[in-house]
């Protein structure tokens, strides 16, 4: 094949995430490659996944196991297959000394203390739509390591805030399964082509609309919310905004981030601090939003300035377009003062 036929074919198929990863890093001469051999190792558990996700009701990989996650949240059997391969590949790459997962209550070491790097991940969120055959994900967060190489992690290695990631991402198994994320220099997605057995690049530096018609909230606590929150959504019914809400938080992140909108998981009566977890869903996805030029907030600051206490620590999540974020933490902090928003 010529030269000049092999570019054609690169332009039909488009650029591929091997190839997108080599030519970023190729960008940066004192790079020497261990982190994109660790987004490589993600993509490869990513394809995986996606094969065990869509065969799922052949052998009988949908339903429950049983059993509950240090969450005390019922364990689907995909939940436990995604964290399997997911720490198989992080073990193997050989890039990662320690890992946290939603999965398991403490640090996992890979027993490779010269690993440059830790991972804080949620192997497959939404879990629990599998029967159902709704779009999941999984969330991941990477961070360089503080402790002498050479030495075992520990603690400090993941409690370095979520200004400190180096890279963050998600992937997302739906209609299509797209792998999603950013180094800190703009975000891209990239579209999984079947018949290549590749990701292909399919969206460039993706932003985020500064406003949208949007908003994902889980309407059945409504009465639980602050009383500012439910203004905030009496208004957005009267405003005309569409309410899309999927229980997936990758799915509804994705759609709002490419459409416009805003996510809200905020806290209830029941749950003060709030639902999701900061390290390894709130993080990731706040750096992603600020990457796309949105914003992230737990109602009274930028989910990206909370200082970490504890590795499965919760916080409530607002997330999406940076006007309507805005409106939020505005009325929330009327809340503080003592104020309800007519």
Request: with cysteine.
């Amino acid at each position: 094949m010529t030269k000049k036929s092999v570019q054609e074919l690169a332009v039909l198929i488009g650029t591929t995430l091997d190839r997108f990863i080599h030519q970023e890093q190729s960008a940066f001469p004192y790079a020497t490659g261990e982190l994109s051999h660790l987004l490589r190792d993600i993509a490869l558990a990513g394809k995986i996944i996606n094969r065990e996700v869509n065969r799922a009701g052949l052998v009988d990989l949908s339903g429950a196991m049983g059993q509950s996650n240090v969450q005390g949240e019922c364990q689907q059997k995909l939940d436990v297959i995604a964290n399997i391969r997911f720490l198989r590949a992080l073990q193997r790459g050989g890039e990662v000394c320690a890992i946290i997962s939603e999965e398991d209550e403490g640090i996992i070491y890979t027993n490779n203390d010269n690993g440059k790097y830790v991972v804080a991940i949620d192997p497959l969120d939404g879990s629990s739509n599998i029967d159902v055959n709704v779009s999941i994900g999984t969330i991941f967060s990477i961070y360089r390591r503080v402790t002498p190489i050479g030495t075992q992690a520990n603690m400090s290695d993941f409690m370095q805030g979520g200004r400190k990631q180096v890279a963050a991402g998600y992937i997302l198994y739906g209609s299509s399964t797209m792998l999603v994320y950013s180094t800190g220099s703009g975000v891209n997605a990239f579209t999984y082509e079947y018949s290549l057995g590749e990701y292909i690049l399919s969206h460039r530096n993706l932003r985020c609309p500064e406003d949208g018609g949007i908003y994902s909230i889980n309407d059945a606590y409504f009465e639980q919310y602050d009383p500012n929150i439910q203004a905030y959504l009496v208004n957005s019914r009267k405003r005309g905004l569409t309410a899309r809400y999927i229980g997936s938080l990758v799915g509804d992140f994705h759609r709002n981030s490419l459409k416009g909108g805003i996510y809200l998981y905020p806290a209830t009566e029941k749950a003060a601090c709030g639902k999701l977890r900061l390290l390894y869903e709130c993080y990731p996805l706040a750096f992603l939003a600020e990457q796309m030029g949105g914003s992230a907030s737990d109602g009274q600051q930028p989910i990206l300035d909370i200082v970490p206490q504890n590795y499965h620590q919760r916080t409530p999540f607002i997330v999406g377009s940076s006007k309507m974020v805005g409106e939020v933490v505005a009325a929330l902090k009327r809340s503080v003062t003592g104020s309800v928003e007519a």
